[in-house]
């Protein structure tokens, strides 16, 4: 049987991973441009953007069973 999680679990996981990865991007785009403007004007986007992406992706495979092995009795 497999456990139950809830919601909230997968979407506070979005925003913690979504601070890490957009500040990376955010000093990337520093970095390659030369301009923190730049930077983060691209991290703003991402942000919304790849939030999106990542809840979706989870919920997907938090459906699937690939990987996971149920204990027999």
């Known amino acids: 049987m497999k456990p139950t999680i809830d919601r909230k679990r997968h979407i506070l996981k979005t925003i913690t991973w979504r601070i890490v990865g957009t500040i990376d991007t955010m000093l990337i785009g520093w970095f390659v441009s030369g301009d923190p403007t730049v930077g983060l004007s691209i991290g703003g986007l991402e942000l919304a953007t790849k939030s999106l992406l990542y ?10 069973d690939f990987g996971i092995h149920k204990e027999k009795n």
């Not at 809840?55 to 699937?64: D, I």
Request: hydrophobic residues 30%; aromatic residues 40%; glycine residues 0%.
């Open 55 to 64: 809840y979706f992706h989870e919920r997907v495979w938090y459906r699937s």
